[in-house]
């Protein structure tokens, strides 16, 4: 019998037995579970992990929708569905999930390997490289660096703070773990914290791409904005061709109110991504800025027509009369402001 008392020691007995190749205990003791608590996290995962094993595909998908429903943002629910759907000979439906999974999770190294194999499969030979480097990568990791990265992108962030400190106290200048404890001092608010550190890791390791990029989020978040445009033309020296690189140095020259500069650069980025949301919402704040209202609308329309989701395109407003709260594009909250205003 589970002891539903104590859901965890249950589940690291399902994890055992799964270990073992003994799907039917796990999947009772996931059920056990979600019987008295039916949108526990790891007991959908384990249940949908057990239902793939046993070819109870059908019953994999419901509880793959459950736990996506309850935890949207759960890197190994898409993993899980990545290796459903692949099973099932789509292919197209598994990058896709193995993608999903990797943005909420980048510790997810299955993943990784997974993409870099569908990649590989469909010619995209550079792709693939670069995702079998973030395997590889990941898996040079010491364990608890890799223990850090997913807890915190799976939300336990203390526990992740308490690891990554005790390493540090062991190897007080490995970068990675220096800049692992800056981005949960960043999480928590402390960026006082994380720009020391994120500073102090740039001097011992120079070129090494993700310091300077996580660097400059932790200047703008102070407000350092000469600094974090000095970091972005760092990186532009390096590769000015580089979309990553160019959307920062847009972002930034932005932030400095080098509106023009921006709106160069955010183009040349949608060059090369023509439909990427990130950048038509950043560069319909710096045309809403420089006084360029009906282009501004338009990007702004045009992220929520590529990308529904993305919040940062909506903003909810109290209009005068009918429901309490509706959800407006950016652009339509902007053609109602103008038009309050002339009324």
């Given at each position: 019998?589970?002891?539903?008392?104590?859901?965890?020691?249950?589940?690291?007995?399902?994890?055992?037995?799964?270990?073992?190749?003994?799907?039917?205990?796990?999947?009772?003791?996931?059920?056990?579970?979600?019987?008295?608590?039916?949108?526990?996290?790891?007991?959908?995962?384990?249940?949908?992990?057990?239902?793939?094993?046993?070819?109870?595909?059908?019953?994999?998908?419901?509880?793959?929708?459950?736990?996506?429903?309850?935890?949207?943002?759960?890197?190994?629910?898409?993993?899980?569905?990545?290796?459903?759907?692949?099973?099932?000979?789509?292919?197209?439906?598994?990058?896709?999930?193995?993608?999903?999974?990797?943005?909420?999770?980048?510790?997810?190294?299955?993943?990784?390997?997974?993409?870099?194999?569908?990649?590989?499969?469909s010619g995209n030979t550079g792709a693939a490289n670069n995702a079998i480097a973030q395997a590889q990568r990941l898996q040079a990791l010491p364990r608890e660096l890799l223990a850090v990265t997913n807890h915190i992108h799976e939300g336990?962030?203390?526990?992740?703070?308490?690891?990554?400190?005790?390493?540090?106290?062991?190897?007080?200048?490995?970068?990675?773990?220096?800049?692992?404890?800056?981005?949960?001092?960043?999480?928590?608010?402390?960026?006082?914290?994380?720009?020391?550190?994120?500073?102090?890791?740039?001097?011992?390791?120079?070129?090494?791409?993700?310091?300077?990029?996580?660097?400059?989020?932790?200047?703008?978040?102070?407000?350092?904005?000469?600094?974090?445009?000095?970091?972005?033309?760092?990186?532009?020296?390096?590769?000015?061709?580089?979309?990553?690189?160019?959307?920062?140095?847009?972002?930034?020259?932005?932030?400095?109110?080098?509106?023009?500069?921006?709106?160069?650069?955010?183009?040349?980025?949608?060059?090369?991504?023509?439909?990427?949301?990130?950048?038509?919402?950043?560069?319909?704040?710096?045309?809403?800025?420089?006084?360029?209202?009906?282009?501004?609308?338009?990007?702004?329309?045009?992220?929520?027509?590529?990308?529904?989701?993305?919040?940062?395109?909506?903003?909810?407003?109290?209009?005068?009369?009918?429901?309490?709260?509706?959800?407006?594009?950016?652009?339509?909250?902007?053609?109602?402001?103008?038009?309050?205003?002339?009324?």
């Amino acid at each position: 019998m589970t002891d539903l008392a104590t859901p965890e020691a249950a589940l690291q007995q399902a994890q055992k037995s799964i270990q073992s190749g003994d799907f039917r205990t796990a999947s009772k003791i996931a059920a056990d579970i979600l019987a008295q608590q039916p949108q526990h996290r790891d007991a959908l995962y384990m249940a949908a992990v057990c239902a793939r094993y046993e070819n109870r595909n059908d019953d994999a998908f419901t509880c793959l929708a459950e736990l996506k429903a309850a935890s949207p943002d759960y890197g190994r629910a898409w993993q899980e569905e990545g290796h459903l759907r692949r099973k099932l000979g789509d292919n197209q439906g598994a990058m896709t999930a193995f993608e999903r999974a990797t943005r909420y999770n980048p510790s997810l190294i299955a993943s990784w390997k997974a993409q870099a194999e569908l990649l590989a499969a469909s010619g995209n030979t550079g792709a693939a490289n670069n995702a079998i480097a973030q395997a590889q990568r990941l898996q040079a990791l010491p364990r608890e660096l890799l223990a850090v990265t997913n807890h915190i992108h799976e939300g336990r962030i203390f526990r992740a703070e308490e690891i990554a400190r005790a390493f540090l106290q062991r190897h007080p200048t490995h970068v990675e773990g220096m800049r692992l404890l800056a981005d949960i001092g960043s999480r928590l608010g402390v960026q006082e914290d994380a720009d020391f550190l994120l500073e102090s890791a740039v001097e011992l390791d120079p070129d090494n791409i993700q310091l300077r990029l996580d660097y400059i989020q932790v200047l703008r978040k102070r407000q350092k904005f000469a600094a974090a445009l000095e970091q972005a033309n760092f990186l532009m020296a390096r590769d000015p061709d580089n979309p990553v690189f160019q959307s920062h140095y847009a972002i930034e020259s932005m932030q400095a109110g080098d509106y023009e500069t921006a709106l160069e650069y955010f183009d040349r980025v949608l060059t090369v991504l023509p439909d990427d949301p990130a950048t038509l919402v950043s560069r319909g704040h710096a045309l809403k800025t420089y006084g360029r209202t009906e282009e501004a609308i338009a990007s702004y329309r045009r992220a929520t027509e590529v990308a529904p989701g993305h919040g940062d395109a909506w903003l909810v407003c109290l209009p005068k009369s009918g429901p309490l709260f509706e959800l407006v594009p950016a652009s339509d909250m902007e053609l109602r402001h103008g038009q309050e205003s002339q009324a």
